[in-house]
């Protein structure tokens, strides 16, 4: 499968626990997005990357989130002291130009449950 | 927050009828995109149209675009109970990041 994908599918965690998601891209995409996904809302965007350099991370949640792209491949997005709030589902998402224009291709998510 | 605000929220059609979704923006876009998820997947896009196209088509969908009064509709023909899912637009600010509206939730009943 040479599509975007992420891992875990799912996970449930308990308050107060850290956790963290891999993200693998198309290989030829040179960004990567992170987005965040409630019930009956469209994603939210957190932050990407153009190679390994993060480019936009203003829009993280708060300072409990982050993320890497070491060597411009994987991403890996980390919660920190997690919340019920944080409860969503977490998007990946690579990009490439295509005639001037980029569209993006999606992971299946990773389904984040904070009990 | 969202840019993008997709109208109406949710749809009920029968099998081969026409589904029409609005989706209006802020700003002024370098592309608008629209995007189809199912149900507890990822999101796959299905078509791009350039701020400075007014109408494109693929296959049974069909996209308009009005940059003065920045907004866009897709329309679905001759829908199929498997055209069953929610619909995002998503707007293009020019590389930077790509914002999605709240979506359309389309029910299309055999």
């Known amino acids: 499968d040479t599509g975007v994908s992420q891992d875990p599918r799912h996970k449930i965690t308990k308050r107060g626990q850290n956790v963290t998601f891999r993200c693998d891209p198309i290989?030829?995409?040179?960004?990567l997005y992170w987005y965040r996904q409630t019930l009956g809302q469209g994603p939210e965007f957190l932050t990407y990357?153009?190679?390994?350099?993060?480019?936009?991370k203003s829009r993280l949640l708060s300072d409990r989130f982050s993320a890497e792209r070491p060597k411009g491949s994987f991403s890996t997005l980390e919660i920190q002291r997690t919340e019920q709030g944080d409860s969503a589902m977490y998007l990946c998402?690579?990009?490439?130009?295509?005639?001037?224009?980029?569209?993006?291709?999606f992971g299946s998510g990773t389904q984040l449950s904070v009990l | 927050s969202q840019q993008g605000e997709e109208d109406p929220q949710a749809l009920s059609i029968q099998e081969g009828e026409n589904a029409t979704m609005n989706c209006s923006y802020k700003?002024?876009?370098?592309?608008l995109q629209w995007y189809r998820q199912n149900s507890g997947r990822g999101l796959v896009h299905l078509i791009l149209?350039?701020?400075?196209?007014r109408e494109k088509h693929s296959g049974r969908l069909r996209v308009t675009l009005d940059t003065s009064k920045k907004s866009s509709s897709l329309l679905i023909t001759a829908s199929r109970a498997a055209d069953t899912a929610s619909y995002f637009c998503?707007?293009?600010?020019?590389?930077?990041?790509?914002?999605f509206g709240p979506g359309t939730r389309l029910s299309v009943l055999p």
């Open positions: 998402a690579s990009s490439l130009t295509t005639g001037g224009a980029r569209t993006l291709f």
């Open positions: 290989s030829e995409h040179n960004r």
């Open positions: 990357f153009q190679n390994e350099a993060q480019l936009e």
């Open positions: 700003t002024s876009i370098n592309n």
């Open positions: 149209i350039r701020s400075n196209e």
């Open positions: 998503a707007t293009d600010n020019y590389g930077q990041n790509f914002v």
